[in-house]
């Protein structure tokens, strides 16, 4: 080998010696861009033998066909230097076809309409033009050196050119022009013995494909099929073995994974890549834009199942079917406490939960190993750094490593592994990245997510140049980040949620490949020097221009103005911006200090957000009104039309906020800790002067929630004509389902409701009736005087924060009325710090309630219930509760002897009630005899409870 290798070296020698000597010149443009602009001019007589293929394809164009069409595509395909653009020419200057299309000056938008798109040209402009121009008219487009076989693509076009009108007739014409087509389907349908999942599967493999291909099909693609309970396998089998090598490659690698493993889309398409089984499809296509090509074709051809999206609609986790395990190579093996030995084709290694260990010897043959553990028990140290650095010189060969939550705290050589291109190494105990880990040039992939006490990263860490993918997320002790962050221009995805940034790194606005960017903070802390080592500034985010998804901005008090502007607004594909001034709050500082350092108003001009955003956040903004970024009217319909979620959060000073109650897909409105507004819209400066419809109000709003709003008194300031009052008398929000008015004191008109589901109220002197013959699905209140407002039945009920009642009973005027009898299934009481006893006339009336729940009520004793021995309130439920929850009533000393009697009470929750916690415990406990019959019980203390908080945020 040594040979060769010295051989090739002299034979490039000796190129680069001819190179100079000759003075030769590097051409560096692709291949494929060499070629000169084709024009329609071509002199017939220099072409020879064309004639019969020029009939041929005028006949395609123009001939009878049976189908009703209102434009056709026809394909000349062959390899380079056939004729195939000669041909074009031919067909194009012929009389014929110029007799059938006279206007021969046809050139994509710019001839038709005299106007030249530019970048900023929206595909509705493109088309409006189009339509100008060209409806009812016949037109001629020829495409040349088109290197596309996407037949979505392909249609989209379709779509594009037909201005609007209906390609086909869709009704009866096509049904009786397919009489044949319909028949074959209807066969295949029977031999899918009419399972969805097999029709589905393999309608997704004949979509597209001619009718010899149905036909085809019909007779022999279903061979070797039987009816039985594996039918559906052999059909998913069947359709595997139709896909092209890299989608092969890229499922029968999910065999890696257990049955019912949550596969995360963008895990797998790391892994994917990692592994090199991605063939790009067009050969414009990034290689992760062909990864989710990939998955998305595995997803419509139902390799995968049960899939669940995120808030934007993207895929985020799916299962496979079993059919993954019976397709899985010889190269793929699943470690399990029963595994003594693994095959030696073996090259792909998952070792189940608890079964890592160093007793396999794999030597230099694996490319891909991956053991992830206990995250509860990852506290606790599980995996020997030293012996795992023991055996990376037998991993030799690894592209891909996962030891995901073992508890690792160093891994010194890490480096070794030269050829590593995924690197997994979340929820472990490092401290601290060995610097090794910069001689990895091939890593594509760096997992360190919930690495709690990493602090750093290595100096050199710019050395990872084919870093693409980052996540830093939840580690919470990192700090900073080292300079020449702005060297890795490969990174598509760099998530540093959680981390507590005082600054970005300097230069990310050279990162213009970055899609995915969770988190951009700056100005957390004073700068210490002038030459701003390691601090990002706002006008970094401006070349952002690839950003997708979501993204937070925290912008600290020490931030200063850098003389940049429109820092989002170019920022197109992002469709979810908050920008917060409230970091300091979450760790420990007081939010309401401000030392004037920070000029809110004008870095606010400078975050104008992108007008296709649909949910925006605004959180400890100091500033008085919100900027109209150079817009006549303060109306969000106008500029950021698409809003669905809009929240406003701890702006203590803000006066005045936008018209938003025309925004026509808003359905979310969140505002909080508004110190100092006082009405929600100023009539005089938003009146509906440009047409647009008055009446309308929150077409679409379904959430509304306003707390703390201590100035607020109603939703419009009274400063118009009686016309205008009268008018806004009769709006009404049509589609609320929930609405929450908490701590609103001065709040003295509010429009109507309509048909609510869930209402809150606490703090809220002047409220209306609800209004509609509705059920109220929720109702969350804390006086109980408002509930005789409370027009409309409840079925759940949740009192809180009274500090007044004493007893149940002061509620039985309320309960014994028909809409709480009949109707309530739940109530839930909750901190009211003198609620020492149920009562008597109180719950004894909700005889159909279902659920009964107690939290943080510090005096509440069932003792005080048990002197008159009656066994009420708890006798009127026995036939219809079945579920109780006491959380954290520290009074309660014992269970009520009427427990016994609760015949249909199936659930019981206790949880921080020490005393009854004694009392309840199996077998001797004393009030164990009262709920031994209860089938489901949980009773526990705190700190099992905060084992489960933390687990869920990892997970």
Not at 403 to 422: A, E, F, P, T, V
Not at 743 to 767: A, H, M
Not at 786 to 801: D, G, T
Request: aromatic share 8%; proline share 3%.
């Amino acid at each position: 080998m040594s040979r060769q290798v010295k051989d090739i070296k002299e034979q490039l020698d000796t190129i680069v010696s001819n190179h100079h000597k000759f003075g030769l010149s590097v051409d560096y443009n692709p291949i494929c861009r060499r070629r000169e602009e084709t024009c329609s001019y071509v002199d017939a007589g220099d072409i020879i033998g064309r004639e019969d293929d020029k009939k041929v394809v005028i006949d395609m164009l123009l001939g009878p066909n049976d189908v009703h069409e209102s434009f056709r595509f026809v394909t000349i395909v062959g390899v380079g230097g056939l004729g195939k653009t000669a041909l074009a020419q031919l067909v194009y200057n012929d009389n014929e076809v110029e007799a059938k299309f006279p206007d021969p000056k046809l050139k994509v938008v710019e001839l038709v309409s005299g106007k030249r798109p530019d970048d900023t040209s929206s595909m509705e402009f493109v088309q409006k033009q189009f339509q100008e121009q060209l409806r009812e008219k016949k037109y001629l487009l020829v495409l040349d050196d088109v290197w596309n076989e996407d037949c979505e693509k392909w249609r989209n076009l379709c779509r594009f050119l037909i201005l609007g009108q209906e390609a086909f007739d869709k009704g009866e014409h096509e049904h009786a022009n397919h009489l044949e087509l319909v028949e074959i389907g209807k066969k295949i349908v029977e031999k899918c013995y009419n399972i969805p999942l097999a029709i589905k599967v393999v309608g997704s493999l004949l979509f597209g494909q001619h009718m010899n291909k149905w036909q085809t099909f019909e007779h022999s693609g279903f061979a070797g099929i039987g009816k039985g309970d594996n039918e559906i396998m052999s059909i998913l089998k069947l359709s595997y073995h139709n896909l092209r090598p890299s989608l092969k490659n890229c499922f029968s690698y999910c065999a890696l994974f257990p049955k019912d493993y949550r596969l995360k889309r963008k895990e797998l398409i790391s892994l994917w890549i990692a592994q090199g089984y991605i063939a790009s499809l067009d050969r414009d296509q990034s290689i992760e834009d062909a990864a989710e090509e990939h998955f998305l074709i595995l997803v419509r051809r139902c390799f995968f199942q049960d899939v669940e999206k995120d808030e934007y609609g993207d895929i985020e986790y799916v299962k496979m079917h079993d059919v993954a395990q019976e397709v899985g190579r010889e190269e793929i093996g699943v470690v399990s406490s029963n595994t003594t030995k693994l095959g030696d084709k073996v090259r792909h290694v998952n070792f189940a939960r608890g079964t890592f260990s160093q007793s396999y010897s794999f030597k230099s043959k694996i490319r891909s190993l991956i053991s992830r553990g206990d995250f509860l028990s990852g506290f606790q140290v599980l995996g020997d750094s030293v012996a795992v650095d023991a055996q990376i010189d037998s991993w030799i060969g690894l592209r891909v490593l996962c030891l995901q939550s073992i508890g690792i705290k160093r891994l010194d050589s890490i480096g070794n592994l030269l050829h590593l291109r995924y690197l997994d190494l979340s929820n472990s105990q490092l401290q601290a990245l060995s610097d090794s880990i910069t001689r990895l040039h091939n890593l594509q992939t760096l997992d360190l997510t919930y690495c709690i006490h990493l602090r750093e990263l290595p100096k050199d860490f710019s050395k990872l140049v084919k870093l693409r993918y980052l996540d830093l997320s939840g580690c919470s002790d990192l700090s900073g980040m080292p300079s020449g962050m702005d060297k890795l221009i490969n990174l598509r995805h760099f998530d540093l949620i959680r981390c507590d940034l005082s600054s970005m790194p300097s230069g990310m606005g050279k990162l213009t490949n970055l899609r995915v960017l969770p988190l951009f903070v700056v100005g957390m802390e004073t700068r210490v020097s002038t030459e701003e080592q390691c601090m990002g500034e706002l006008k970094d985010l401006k070349p952002l221009t690839n950003l997708k998804g979501g993204i937070v901005i925290e912008i600290g008090k020490f931030y200063k103005n850098d003389g940049g502007e429109e820092y989002l607004k170019g920022l197109k594909y992002l469709t979810k911006v908050e920008i917060s001034f409230l970091k300091p709050i979450r760790f420990g500082y007081n939010a309401d200090e401000d030392d004037g350092c920070l000029e809110w108003e004008d870095v606010m001009e400078k975050l104008e957000p992108p007008s296709n955003l649909k949910i925006f956040s605004l959180c400890g903004y100091m500033g008085t009104t919100i900027p109209w970024w150079g817009r006549a009217l303060d109306n969000w319909a106008l500029s950021l039309p698409l809003l669905v979620e809009i929240n406003l959060l701890y702006c203590k000073n803000l006066e005045q906020i936008p018209s938003l109650s025309k925004l026509c897909n808003l359905k979310s409105l969140r505002l909080e800790h508004l110190k100092k507004l006082e009405y929600m819209e100023n009539t005089s400066s938003n009146n509906a002067n440009e047409g647009e419809d008055f009446t309308a109000f929150f077409p679409s709003l379904k959430l509304l929630y306003i707390h703390d709003l201590g100035s607020l008194k109603g939703w419009w300031r009274e400063d118009d004509d009686d016309d205008d009052r009268i008018l806004r008398s009769s709006f009404t929000f049509p589609r609320l389902s929930e609405l929450d008015i908490i701590n609103c004191p001065k709040l003295t008109s509010f429009p109507s409701r309509g048909s609510l589901e869930d209402l809150g109220l606490d703090e809220v002197d002047c409220f209306g009736n609800s209004q509609g013959n509705v059920v109220l699905r929720e109702l969350l209140i804390d006086d109980g005087g408002l509930l005789n407002l409370i027009n409309s039945p409840v079925n759940e009920l949740h009192i809180f924060w009274n500090e007044k009642v004493e007893s149940l009973s002061e509620y039985g005027d309320v309960f014994r009325k028909y809409k709480y009898t009949s109707y309530l299934r739940s109530l839930r009481i909750s901190h009211c710090s003198n609620l020492r006893r149920l009562g008597r006339g109180g719950l004894e009336h909700l005889t159909a309630l279902e659920s009964l729940e107690f939290i943080k009520n510090d005096q509440l004793s069932f003792s005080e219930d048990e002197v008159d021995d009656d066994g009420m309130p708890w006798k009127s439920l026995q036939h219809c509760l079945r579920s109780l929850s006491i959380n954290n009533c520290r009074a309660i000393k014992s269970l009520p002897e009427s427990m016994r009697n609760l015949a249909s009470l199936q659930n019981l929750v206790i949880v921080r009630c020490p005393e009854i916690q004694k009392r309840c415990k199996e077998p001797d406990g004393e009030d164990w005899p009262k709920i031994q019959r209860i089938p489901n019980q949980s009773i526990h203390s705190a700190l099992k409870q905060i084992a489960i908080y933390i687990f869920t945020l990892n997970f």
